[in-house]
């Protein structure tokens, strides 16, 4: 993921004072460093509130993603246009940088309130839209845009921006001042990756957004007050900011083949890495699992990585202009070790698999990035501006390229190589370079010791690709189904078959699954119409409930998990045929808050574990809200909860006693986990005889199908025997927040549990 800027210490002349350079330069890696941290900052929770608002879907995450790349690269051009058109007549750069930065900091107000109107408008003006449709997503996809790009713009603009303050400032040298800024803000970047969930934890999303704000403003008032400051004199090459560039003849020192496709490689630079993080997280998930944390990390690892990468740039890559040909062909294979760390058969720690698999490849991407922008901007903004541009627009396609085209066709070792096969042609060229070339010394010739090199470099990465097997293959027996979303396994015979979404097992057949639809509808004052169920899973619940005879409306995420029904249950087929069936392929929180249906029942069981990334967005005041309002005066929501630390489960208590006036909490069969039942009306103290009377004969016969007890009633008996109270859980921890949208108590849990995430 590309950052704003990066910038390179600049020679000093004699005449120039060395002290008030080194001062100079301190500002500015200061005032990108943090503005590196807020970015990031923003780009986490500005995310996460737009999922709230429209949907958790893999769709509107790469639309919030694209938007907010899109700003980035906008605003560098917009920008780099500027200095380039009017730079002569700009009297203060370090205002207008003061001026973006106080635009980025109005953003942490304003993007939330945007989003909440952009749903307010779907909600009414495009009520008609359905909501599956590619029509929605486009009404939201404009929605988002309009509400991020503008200010992502800002962000964007920040990179000329400080580039034509350091070139204006005559104390200062110009030339690789994009790297410099681009190393500070890279490492803000790391820090904002981590630092802010726990804030979150803390302060909730708000607050942490207005933190946020803050750092904003003291960087404009900073930038403000050094504008008031006279800037040295001496003799330099900066004495024009708006001169014409002299990359070309900087990039003569090149292989024509590198000075002349620059542009194509920073394309590819940001096609591959962010293409590639999108295949990390499916292929590091079944060890790190699904928690803020484990994608945190992986961003993390990332920028550390990179900031790495840039330092050594930094440090010594400016200094020698000697061909490398060979750095392709290590970018080639250290792309594809990721290969090998995600390797079921490795045994190496789960925490060591990412840094180990990823940090190589960030590295080198972090030195090349900003060797290939100097080398084509010479220090001009307008130049680095379009350099950067094209970066971000190789970001924007990365993610929707791996998302869309590779990962729902093909295996996630086979969707790395085709992410890392531009490397390989670009090394190639420069192998081939001397064998083709009809100017002498225009390539490097073609030693013993290169080619040697070379074939050792092929054969690794090749064996890596052939050699090497995915957590897919770990499963003996196993139906794999591939598609956007998720890759998805229904592995095991009999009654140990179970789900794996992503390598992480969802459901399993278990008689709690039954209990979640039939204890609901019995406990009713009249017979049931219609239920709605929020995740598929198996279909065990959704099965269970058209046993009663009536309409279920079964919502899932993910694509490929209702299409293997058939291996969990013989009828399957069957059932989906049914007119009272209805499967849905949405967000279930979006569905719930834009359908027009009432249901008597409405079942929720959440994918595991508690602190999964989202899942806090099915426990929220805000969620017990929405299901309010689609619920008949007398319905029940049936909502399981599956067990955490203590104030996970409190808060999830405290947010639906907030929200019903009627609450009654169950444990389940085997002690696991707890079955919440929800009204807007008194909830009956039914016997469990007569909970037995009230089923039809098909639903009694599928509650016991799998026991434990071998009739209904007993089956009953045993659930009510284990009420417990909430208003007692509530006690146990009375400063534990109701769970709500902008406090995800159950997913940022860091700071209480020292470091051990609850599963």
């Known amino acids: 993921m590309p950052a704003k800027v990066r910038i390179l210490p600049s020679r000093v002349s004699e005449e120039r004072p060395a002290g008030s350079e080194a001062g100079s330069q301190r500002w500015y890696f200061c005032f990108f460093f943090i503005s590196g941290f807020c970015s990031i900052l923003y780009e986490l929770i500005w995310l996460r509130l737009a999922m709230a608002q429209f949907g958790v879907t893999t769709a509107m995450v790469s639309i919030v993603l694209s938007s907010f790349m899109a700003g980035l690269g906008v605003g560098s051009l917009a920008a780099g246009r500027l200095v380039r058109t009017y730079g002569q007549h700009l009297t203060s750069p370090l205002r207008l940088y003061a001026i973006a930065e106080l635009c980025i900091a109005c953003s942490a107000v304003v993007v939330p309130l945007e989003l909440r109107a952009g749903r307010y408008l779907l909600e009414h003006v495009g009520s008609k839209l359905s909501l599956s449709s590619s029509g929605y997503y486009v009404a939201a996809g404009l929605c988002l845009a309009c509400s991020l790009i503008p200010w992502c713009a800002c962000m964007g603009a920040t990179i000329p921006l400080g580039m034509f303050a350091i070139r204006s400032d005559q104390r200062l040298d110009g030339q690789y001042s994009f790297s410099f800024l681009y190393l500070a803000n890279v490492f803000g970047a790391v820090l904002g990756a981590m630092v802010p969930l726990l804030f979150v934890e803390v302060w909730g999303f708000t607050g942490t957004l207005r933190l946020g704000m803050l750092l904003n403003l003291a960087i404009c008032g900073a930038a403000l007050a050094l504008a008031r400051k006279p800037m040295g004199r001496g003799n330099n090459n900066n004495d024009d900011p708006t001169r014409p560039d002299t990359s070309g003849q900087a990039s003569r020192t090149w292989c024509p083949a590198v000075a002349s496709g620059t542009l194509w490689l920073l394309f590819a630079t940001g096609l591959t890495s962010m293409g590639m993080e ?166 490097t010739p073609l030693t013993a010791r290169r080619v040697l090199a070379s074939g050792v470099i092929l054969c690794a990465s090749f064996a890596l690709i052939a050699m090497t097997r995915s957590y897919v293959q770990r499963v003996p027996v196993a139906q794999v189904r591939r598609d956007s979303t998720a890759t998805v396994i229904a592995a095991g015979q009999g009654m140990r078959k179970a789900l794996l979404v992503n390598g992480i097992g969802m459901t399993i057949l278990t008689p709690v699954t039954k209990i979640m639809a039939s204890m609901p509808l019995a406990f009713l004052d009249h017979p049931p119409q219609s239920a709605l169920v929020i995740c598929f899973g198996m279909g065990t619940t959704h099965r269970s409930v058209l046993s009663w005879g009536i309409d279920s409306t079964a919502v899932e995420l993910v694509p490929s998990v209702p299409a293997l029904f058939w291996y969990y249950h013989a009828d399957a087929p069957q059932l989906l045929k049914s007119p009272r069936s209805h499967v849905v392929i949405d967000d279930g929180r979006r569905f719930l808050e834009r359908t027009i249906g009432q249901y008597d029942v409405i079942v929720v069981d959440p994918p595991p574990p508690i602190g999964a990334a989202g899942s806090s967005l099915l426990y929220s005041r805000e969620f017990y809200s929405a299901a309010q309002k689609r619920l008949r005066p007398d319905g029940i929501l049936q909502e399981w909860f599956p067990g955490g630390d203590m104030m996970t489960a409190v808060s999830v208590a405290r947010a639906l006693k907030e929200s019903f006036p009627y609450v009654r909490g169950f444990v389940g069969i085997g002690g696991w986990g707890i079955h919440y039942l929800a009204s807007r009306q008194p909830i009956p103290n039914r016997s469990a005889a007569d909970l037995a009377k009230r089923m039809p004969p098909d639903a009694a016969a599928d509650l016991v199908e799998w026991g434990p007890f071998p009739s209904a009633e007993q089956q009953f008996a045993a659930m009510l025997r284990n009420e417990i109270s909430i208003d007692w859980l509530i006690a146990q921890d009375p400063d534990a927040p109701a769970l709500q949208d902008d406090r995800p108590v159950n997913e940022y849990s860091l700071l209480r549990n020292k470091g051990h995430l609850q599963q």
Do not use: K, M
């Open 278 to 443: 999108v295949v990390w997280i499916r292929q590091f998930t079944p060890y790190v699992g699904t928690f803020v944390y484990s994608f945190a990390t992986i961003l993390a690892i990332y920028l550390t990585a990179t900031f790495v990468g840039s330092s050594i740039y930094r440090l010594r890559g400016r200094r020698h202009n000697n061909d490398a040909s060979l750095l392709w062909l290590f970018v080639w294979l250290a792309a594809l070790i990721p290969l090998l760390t995600a390797d079921w058969r490795v045994e190496i720690s789960a925490w060591l698999r990412v840094p180990l698999g990823i940090a190589a490849f960030s590295g080198l991407l972090g030195f090349i990035t900003p060797r290939l922008v100097d080398r084509f901007s010479d220090g001009d903004p307008n130049r680095a501006g379009i350099g950067y541009a094209v970066n971000v627009a190789g970001c924007i396609l990365g993610p929707l390229f791996a998302g869309f085209v590779l990962l729902p066709h093909i295996d996630e070792r086979y969707a790395l190589a085709i992410l890392a096969l531009p490397w390989l042609l670009v090394a190639l060229s420069f192998l081939l370079a001397p064998a083709f070339s009809r100017q002498p010394g225009s390539a």
